[in-house]
């Protein structure tokens, strides 16, 4: 090698350890560290909350300026002021904690029964000949056709109320557990019987463990679907409830009110989903397939 050509490789070099870069022409790890600490300025649970206030932003503006009816669609402020107004009266109180009774009653029991039906049409071959294609068959009925049915068998008592939410809740969970158990790999089964496994302890220690992620996927569907029959059900010859209130709201033109009543479905649905969620991390730990 030449005298010229050392004097070239050392210039370039230099010029490498000048500009921070190695000899891949990638930035150094800490300037790319650095460049994502610039970029992620927000916290992660603010970036979904951006597209919402921006719209209720904008919605505001638009009420401000005259460019939207506000009796057709309130401003958010106005719709602020009427939830508050149900709040210091007491009446949001009495409406969510009838609402959240028939919820979560609908919800047990549609839920423990198609779990419990779950375990007993995967487990058995008769019983999944037998029993699974009619309920497969009763799942494609729209629920809203058998309202009237309910209500001249039950009449529009809180019964009917809470047989309907939980119908809705059963599929769900149904489905899901159905296919979990089914899902189990044959493997296990033989490594169970290998070790002598009695029927309890196949249930604890393989079946309900390797159904659990679909399970859980069936219940977060469920409390989904026990929150949209609600406002179904509860229009539907209610006293009370957030169902009832929008109804209520409606035939008195009292359009703001019928929007609190959709923001708190909303709300108390998104916070259901969430704790569903959060008991799916919990439980699913173990699970090395499971994203979160």
Same mark, same amino acid.
């Given at each position: 090698?030449?005298?010229?050509?050392?004097?070239?490789?050392?210039?370039?070099?230099?010029?490498?350890?000048?500009?921070?870069?190695?000899?891949?022409?990638?930035?150094?790890?800490?300037? #790319?560290?650095?460049?994502?600490? @610039?970029? #992620?300025?927000?916290?992660?649970?603010? &970036?979904?909350?951006?597209?919402?206030?921006?719209?209720?932003?904008?919605?505001?503006?638009?009420?401000?300026?005259?460019?939207?009816?506000?009796?057709? +669609?309130?401003?958010?402020?106005?719709?602020?002021?009427?939830?508050?107004?149900?709040?210091?009266? @007491?009446?949001?109180?009495?409406?969510?904690?009838?609402?959240?009774?028939?919820? @979560?009653?609908?919800?047990?029991?549609?839920? #423990?029964?198609?779990?419990?039906?779950?375990?007993?049409?995967?487990?058995?071959?008769?019983?999944?000949?037998?029993?699974?294609?009619?309920?497969?068959?009763?799942?494609?009925?729209?629920?809203?056709?058998?309202?009237?049915? *309910?209500?001249?068998?039950?009449?529009?008592?809180?019964?009917?109320?809470?047989?309907?939410?939980?119908?809705?809740? *059963?599929?769900?969970?149904? *489905?899901?557990?159905?296919?979990?158990?089914?899902? #189990?790999?044959?493997?296990?089964?033989?490594?169970?019987?290998?070790?002598? &496994?009695?029927?309890?302890?196949?249930?604890?220690?393989?079946?309900?463990?390797?159904?659990?992620?679909?399970?859980?996927?069936?219940?977060?569907?469920?409390?989904?679907?026990?929150? +949209?029959? +609600?406002?179904?059900?509860?229009?539907?010859?209610?006293?009370?409830?957030?169902?009832?209130?929008?109804?209520?709201?409606?035939? &008195?033109?009292?359009?703001?009110?019928?929007?609190?009543?959709?923001?708190? *479905?909303?709300?108390?649905?998104?916070?259901?989903?969430?704790?569903?969620?959060?008991?799916?991390?919990?439980?699913?730990?173990?699970?090395?397939? &499971?994203? @979160?």
């Amino acid at each position: 090698m030449s005298a010229n050509d050392i004097a070239w490789e050392g210039a370039a070099d230099a010029g490498k350890a000048a500009t921070g870069k190695p000899e891949t022409g990638k930035p150094s790890p800490g300037i #790319a560290a650095a460049g994502k600490q @610039g970029r #992620a300025r927000l916290p992660k649970w603010l &970036y979904g909350w951006v597209l919402p206030l921006a719209v209720l932003a904008l919605w505001e503006a638009a009420s401000a300026l005259g460019l939207v009816s506000d009796s057709a +669609l309130p401003a958010p402020s106005r719709i602020a002021r009427a939830f508050w107004q149900l709040c210091a009266s @007491g009446d949001m109180a009495e409406h969510l904690k009838m609402s959240a009774l028939r919820a @979560g009653g609908g919800f047990l029991l549609g839920g #423990a029964t198609g779990l419990l039906l779950g375990v007993f049409t995967g487990l058995g071959r008769w019983a999944e000949r037998t029993l699974d294609p009619s309920i497969q068959m009763l799942r494609t009925v729209p629920l809203l056709a058998v309202i009237p049915l *309910f209500i001249l068998w039950f009449g529009v008592g809180e019964f009917s109320k809470v047989l309907l939410i939980a119908l809705g809740s *059963f599929f769900p969970v149904y *489905f899901h557990t159905h296919l979990g158990v089914n899902s #189990a790999d044959k493997k296990l089964y033989e490594v169970t019987r290998i070790l002598q &496994y009695s029927k309890l302890k196949l249930m604890t220690k393989l079946i309900l463990p390797a159904a659990l992620p679909n399970i859980l996927l069936g219940v977060r569907l469920s409390v989904g679907a026990s929150w +949209l029959l +609600l406002a179904v059900a509860e229009m539907m010859g209610a006293s009370a409830g957030v169902g009832y209130m929008i109804q209520d709201a409606r035939v &008195y033109a009292q359009t703001d009110i019928v929007f609190v009543g959709i923001l708190l *479905f909303a709300l108390v649905g998104k916070l259901s989903d969430s704790a569903v969620r959060l008991a799916e991390r919990r439980c699913l730990r173990w699970s090395n397939t &499971y994203k @979160g």
